[in-house]
C-alpha cells in the first residue's frame, strides 16, 4: 500500500489535483501496482479525504511557526500505542515539538495510521502517512521537515 502511496505523492502534486478514486485506481493498474495494494491505497485515501473534510485545516502559517505555549497534552490509548509504537510517536512528538504538526493534522496522522496495515506502524511508513495528510491538505513542508520525511536516517553517521 504505502509504495501506491509514494506513486500518488510523487504524481500529483496536491492532494486536489489527483483524480477521482475510479480513474486513479485506473491509472495505478496501468502502471503495475497489484489489485490488492490499489484497492488497500484507494480505500485508505478515501479514509483521509472524509477525515480531512471533517477537519479544520491549519492555515499555513500554522505550520512555519514556532509550537504555541499549550498546557494540554495528548494522551494515547492502549491501541494506539500498539499501533504505532514507541519509535512512531516519538517521531510524532518531535513533529509536534517542532512546530510543524499542529494538532488538528496530529490526529489525522493517529487516525490513519490507526487504519494502514500491521502492527505496529514503521517509521517509515508513519513517515510516508505524515506526507499524505500534508499532501491532502495542500501544505509542503519546509526543506527540513522533507528532509527529516524522505531521507533514511540509518545510513546517517553522527559528527
Known sequence: MFEVLVFVYENYWRGDACPELHALERKLSAHGFEPDEIHEALVWLDGL????????????????SAPEDDASMRVYSIAEQDQLGAECLGFISFLEGAGVLPPALREIVV????????????LDALKIIVLMVYWRFGHEPDALI????????????AH
Open 111 to 122: 487516525d490513519r495510521a490507526m487504519a494502514a496495515a500491521g502492527e505496529p506502524v514503521q
Open 146 to 157: 522533507l528532509d527529516e520525511l524522505c531521507d533514511d536516517t540509518e545510513d546517517r553517521v
Open 49 to 64: 479525504n472524509v477525515a480531512a473534510q471533517n477537519a479544520c485545516p491549519p492555515a499555513p502559517s500554522q505550520l512555519e
